[in-house]
């Protein structure tokens, strides 16, 4: 009778300490990132820091937080506007002391699938990225040290980081992790061209020739027209990690990858980018040269530059709507009717997503 | 002393400086489950038994490409090809790597003579004379197939992984 009634008294005490340890979970609650099923599940989450919906909190306002740069003028959503896909619509972004960047920002859209990042692809995985403008004189200009001593003054971040990460000793990795979290977060995914995808949506006219060009090869002796943009801006994602010299110059200015590689092949190559917003987003290529995506389309169709690096898909035999033609060959009609497709692209709840929003105008 | 001390200091860093953004020629990186990870440069290739493998290219018309067999590259790296591709060794895969971030994937036993007869090459010449722009030095020459998507352009790395899925 003893030994029962011991028992008993041991499988209550279990019973309610594996309750309390239902009810109260050790630690951040791991965020599902939501994203349709075809844009597969090639994403990449670094094993160290795990999507939190602590850290994404954290990462949101830290965001948005502008004693993050030495002038206390500038965050990360300066230049990277949510209203323009977390773009800025200048040509070359002003740091925090005036300096202009070399390179025109890029958009924040669907980073959970890039692996390397930059204009060059010159660093891997977010968390390395995040660290230099935060770190970089000529952009926000504030080491990672300082800025943890700084917001470890307030107690919001004190809670904030502790919840993120355990502890309310802030530092600069746990910043530049709690920021990657949040910008895996930014998932784009409900386009007119998504929910065409979904069986939503009816295209126009116009629109699904848009799409049969942009995905098709162009093939002068069986007579089919193409754009053959999905060489490289394949998929329902519009992007795969490609570098390629895209025919702006003959001698390019800028060596892009060529700096990262040290191989002369790799001369005058930069990212080829997402075209989730795409019409968000001007103005285009890595140096803003373009200012509306009717000249990016007359680029490609009329004025592609010939060198040693230009990418094979730009050029001549086989990428021409004419039989030995040397240009692409599209017609005025056809270029408007990809000008819709790449409308389609524009995502109104990606640009209005509670979210993303800046945390101070809540 | 300490002026002596800097100057040795500034030119160990300098040195490294200039050897950072000096050139070195391309070659491909061949890593993962191997014994021997080996970075072979086209002297290298060129010591090698040569294998010939015929591709039709986008004009239409049939070219003669020279270069090393896949197979011979991966045996040379140690990895498990020949009588040695059997059981879980069958669940290895080939990633091949591109200078523009392309990405194709081959099994083990496409790769291996005692499975198929095809030869893919990493073939280094056209017609016994260099590749052209943007395709070389080293390219894939995969014959048979329907579509040229993984006869890929510019390799420079292959990578072999089990499949863990």
Redesign the interface.
Do not use: A, W
């Given at each position: 009778m003893q030994v029962s009634g011991y028992k008993i008294l041991i499988s209550i005490l279990l019973v309610a300490g594996l309750s309390i340890a239902g009810f109260h979970r050790q630690g951040p609650e791991p965020l599902h990132i939501d994203y349709p099923a075809y844009f597969g599940n090639r994403t990449f989450i670094p094993d160290d820091n795990p999507t939190t919906v602590e850290g994404v909190a954290l990462g949101r306002r830290l965001f948005y937080e502008k004693r993050l740069s030495v002038s206390r003028q500038m965050s990360c959503g300066t230049c990277h506007r949510q209203e323009l896909a977390f773009t800025d619509g200048k040509v070359f972004s002003e740091g925090a002391d005036g300096s202009l960047q070399p390179r025109n920002t890029m958009s924040l859209v669907n980073l959970l699938w890039v692996r390397?990042f930059f204009w060059d692809?010159r660093v891997a995985g977010l968390e390395m990225q995040a660290a230099v403008p935060l770190t970089n004189a000529h952009e926000m200009g504030q080491s990672l040290a300082v800025s943890a001593a700084l917001l470890s003054g307030e107690p919001v971040y004190r809670s904030l980081f502790s919840k993120a990460f355990g502890t309310d000793s802030m530092t600069g990795e746990g910043i530049v992790k709690a920021l990657s979290q949040f910008e895996r977060t930014l998932v784009s995914a409900n386009a007119p061209y998504d929910q065409y995808l979904r069986g939503d949506y009816q295209p126009t006219v116009a629109e699904l020739n848009g799409i049969s060009l942009f995905y098709g090869n162009p093939d002068a002796a069986r007579n089919v027209r193409g754009a053959g943009c999905a060489h490289c801006h394949g998929g329902p994602k519009t992007y795969?990690?490609?570098?390629?010299n895209n025919g702006l110059d003959s001698i390019p200015a800028n060596p892009g990858r060529e700096l990262v590689?040290?191989?002369?092949?790799?001369r005058g190559?930069f990212r080829v980018v997402s075209l989730r917003n795409i019409a968000l987003t001007a103005p285009y290529m890595h140096d803003g040269r373009f200012k509306t995506l009717e000249e990016v389309l007359s680029h490609y169709n009329e004025h592609i530059k010939l060198s040693?690096?230009?990418?094979?898909f730009l050029?001549g035999?086989?990428n021409s709507n004419a039989l030995d033609g040397l240009t692409l060959g599209l017609t005025d009609s056809e270029k408007k009717d990809l000008l819709a497709f790449m409308h389609m692209l524009t995502d109104p709840t990606f640009i209005s997503d509670k979210r993303f929003s800046d945390p101070f105008q809540d | 002393m300490n002026i002596f001390r800097s100057v040795i200091v500034l030119s160990f860093q300098l040195a490294f400086i200039v050897s950072a953004y000096a050139q070195t020629g391309p070659g491909i990186k061949i890593s993962g489950e191997v014994t021997k990870p080996l970075t072979l440069s086209i002297e290298d290739l060129a010591k090698m038994k040569r294998s010939t493998a015929v591709l039709t290219d986008r004009d239409g018309k049939p070219h003669n490409y020279q270069g090393v067999a896949l197979q011979e590259l991966l045996e040379q790296a140690g990895v498990t090809m020949g009588k040695q591709l059997r059981g879980e060794q069958l669940t290895k895969y080939l990633m091949v790597k591109c200078a523009d971030g392309y990405e194709v994937l081959f099994s083990l036993a496409e790769l291996d003579s005692s499975f198929t007869d095809r030869v893919v090459i990493l073939a280094d010449k056209l017609e016994n004379g260099p590749l052209p722009d943007g395709k070389g030095p080293f390219r894939l020459v995969v014959p048979g197939e329907k579509k040229p998507a993984r006869s890929s352009f510019q390799v420079v790395e292959m990578v072999i992984r089990y499949a863990k899925d």
């Open positions: 390397n692809g795969i990690e490609l570098y390629h590689s040290g191989q002369s092949y790799d190559r040693k690096t230009l990418s094979p050029q035999v086989g | -």
